[in-house]
């Protein structure tokens, strides 16, 4: 600390860092970055108290002949946005257009159903940034060696 100025050490040892998983720290803090950001933007402001400032699940299911998980999306909507958290088909049913299905369903789900006008999703180069294209998304940012040796790409699309 020789090269250090005192009254910044002395600023230092005013706090307990710590590095622990706190679920209930974890949500005061999402309330305090909430209550800032809303504070700082009018957009949010504008959302709070409106059933457009909660994130709402969407879920799409199929299901083969004998009842088994043949494909689903996982994701949510929020404000005029679909979020595609998870998109999987089985081995056994790619190729046959069920991704395209559950997609299709969600995108129009979220734009009938919840006013969304955007979509989003995040993949890998080894999986589905392809399909996505040909689905009408764009690359809107690209992240190398995210984990190191892939690349993750995020997409969007308006939802016509």
């Given amino acids: 600390m020789q090269n250090c100025p005192a009254d910044a050490f002395m600023v230092w040892r005013m706090f307990r860092i710590e590095a622990e998983v706190d679920k209930a720290r974890r949500d005061l803090l999402r309330s ?24 709402l699940p969407l879920h799409v299911w199929a299901s083969d002949e004998a009842g088994r998980l043949a494909g689903g999306l996982v994701g949510h909507t929020w404000t005029t946005w679909l979020h595609v958290t998870y998109l999987w088909v089985d081995d056994r049913h790619r190729g ?20 969304c006008r955007s979509a989003r999703v995040e993949t890998w180069d080894f999986q589905a940034p392809g399909f996505y294209r040909k689905k009408g998304y764009e690359v809107v940012c690209v992240i190398p060696d995210y984990p190191p040796g892939i690349t993750e790409y995020t997409l969007t699309k308006t939802l016509n």
């Avoid at 970055?33 to 059933?51: E, F, H, I, K, M």
């Fill in 96 to 115: 046959s257009g069920l991704g395209s299905r559950l997609l299709t369903t969600a995108e129009r789900l979220a734009r009938d159903e919840r006013d």
């Fill in 32 to 55: 305090r970055l909430r209550d800032t950001n809303t504070a700082a933007s009018p957009v949010l402001r504008a959302l709070r108290g409106t059933p457009g400032e909660r994130e």
